[in-house]
């Protein structure tokens, strides 16, 4: 939540909640890749500061931040 609160004082609070939506679907590559590996993933914690990054980085090139 801290990394989403930074994220919205440096981009509106509509393009934050964007990066936060994109990043789901970026945290979901590891969860197929475990569920196919293992079977279950209701043990397996997944960091969202990847996904998240992934987001902002895709929402700051797209409106053209960066």
Partial sequence: MKLLGVTALVLSWKLALLAFLT???????????????TKKCLGNKIPMSGPILGGVLLIMVKEGYI
């Fill in 23 to 37: 990043g789901i679907y970026f945290a979901l590559i590891p969860v197929i890749f475990l569920f196919f590996r």
